[in-house]
């Protein structure tokens, strides 16, 4: 199955950049701004739930 394309736009890279987000944490944030769960986020990216997680932990803690 072909990866998703998450939404983008100007307000999700400004935040992203403004937090220190990677390339992947970016593409988690658009996800999840389109109101995907774990589990669909790691279906549509081919990461597993745990990763997602990890990365999850890691945007929180940039984040504060």
Known sequence: MP???PPS???????ARACGFTARETELLGHLSA??????????????????????KSMFDKAD
Not at 9 to 15: H, N, T
Not at 35 to 56: C, K, M, N, Y
């Open 3 to 5: 990866r998703a394309e």
């Open 9 to 15: 736009g100007p307000r999700l890279d400004l935040f």
């Open 35 to 56: 109101g995907a769960d774990t589990r669909t986020i790691a279906g549509r990216t081919g990461l597993s739930e745990h990763t997602v997680g990890d990365h999850l």
